[in-house]
């Protein structure tokens, strides 16, 4: 079961599944929350002590999903380049098979390379998110 965390504000108690949130909700409503956690820090204690730990594991994750849909992309590149290849080997004595496996090949390299940028997203935005924790953590009262 993923991390969660209570957040508490006087009579309010907010449960949040962490990666679920952070990746769904605005930096703006994210912000928030944790102005709520800096505002109340005796309420909160076992929430700071959560997200300290869960940061720098989701961070971790964050570049291990990077590592492998780069590693995913570059293999399909080199899938793409052989097919590439084979066709322009045999140049009109082409089949149809050999340029149905290249068009394959290469939306498969499509959505790896789409699968990299959003692993690039997520890492900035995952990066704004400690940051603004960071930040808030920060300028305690």
């Not at 930096?27 to 959560?50: G, M, S, Y």
């Not at 570059?74 to 140049?91: I, M, T, Y």
Request: hydrophobic share 40%.
């Amino acid at each position: 079961m993923p991390p969660s965390v209570l957040v508490k504000y006087d009579r309010c108690r907010l449960t949040l599944a962490l990666p679920v949130y952070f990746d769904e909700q605005s930096l703006e409503k994210i912000r928030k929350v944790f102005k709520l956690i800096r505002d109340r820090p005796w309420q909160n204690e076992d929430a700071i002590e959560t997200l300290d730990q869960f940061f720098p594991a989701w961070k971790t994750s964050l570049k291990n999903d990077l590592d492998r849909a780069a590693s995913e992309e570059l293999a399909a590149a080199q899938k793409v380049k052989g097919s590439q290849s084979n066709v322009a080997c045999f140049g009109s004595m082409v089949t149809k098979a050999m340029k149905d496996d290249l068009r394959t090949k290469q939306k498969d390299l499509k959505h790896a390379t789409s699968a990299v940028k959003r692993a690039k997203a997520a890492i900035e935005r995952g990066g704004k998110i400690i940051d603004a924790y960071q930040s808030t953590k920060a300028l305690k009262n």
